[in-house]
């Protein structure tokens, strides 16, 4: 079994190679990752990212990294509609779960119109390769299986790589190691463990 840092350092010799941004070998199948780890290495990752994020963008490579921390991006959408506050107060008085339910549908989570994918959309050009973060921080109000589903069907000309505090074997996707999200079967594994 590879180490964290094997693993890590994988990922620059994948995403420099010209044929991960051109998707050949993939059956003509758009490029969705996923870089599944121990949830103990979550600031081991996130550091990661960060450096993968400066090498690739101040370097001479031709395109771009855009990270996309989901947790991020839901306070920024909450804050902007004027509930972040609201919520706080909310979830004092109703609990968890109802905050939890009236956040899916304040971003409007599984909609056509929904807020996360929009934002994701909005910000990608031709040149980039996505970077999903976040997706332990945000859940139990986002999933992941849904924004990959959903970000499927309106990004298709540009790597997304999600990176996932779990397991992912090429189908089901189990968050913390524990908790089993959904099957997901489009995406590959972007380095394998062993």
Known sequence: ????????????LRITKENFRKNTGLGN????YIFDYEPGYEMLVREHV????????????GY???????????????????????????????GSEFVFNATR???RITEK????????KERVEKDDIVFITGVGKVWPIIRSHTVLNNLHQVLDEVPVI????????????V??????DDNYYRAFRLVDRY
């Open 50 to 61: 960060q450096f993968l994020k400066q090498k690739i963008n101040e370097g001479d490579y």
């Open 64 to 94: 771009n990294i855009k990270e996309f921390d989901l947790y991020e991006i839901m306070l920024e959408i909450l804050e902007s509609k004027g509930y972040l506050e609201k919520n706080f107060k909310m979830e004092q008085v109703k």
């Open 113 to 120: 119109d929904d807020l996360i994918i929009h934002y994701i």
């Open 175 to 180: 968050l913390f190691e524990e908790i089993k």
């Open 105 to 107: 549908k304040a971003l």
């Open 1 to 12: 079994m590879k180490t964290i840092n094997q693993r890590l350092d994988e990922i620059i």
């Open 29 to 32: 199948e758009i490029g969705y």
């Open 162 to 173: 999600m990176f996932f505090p779990g397991i992912y074997d090429g189908l089901e996707l």
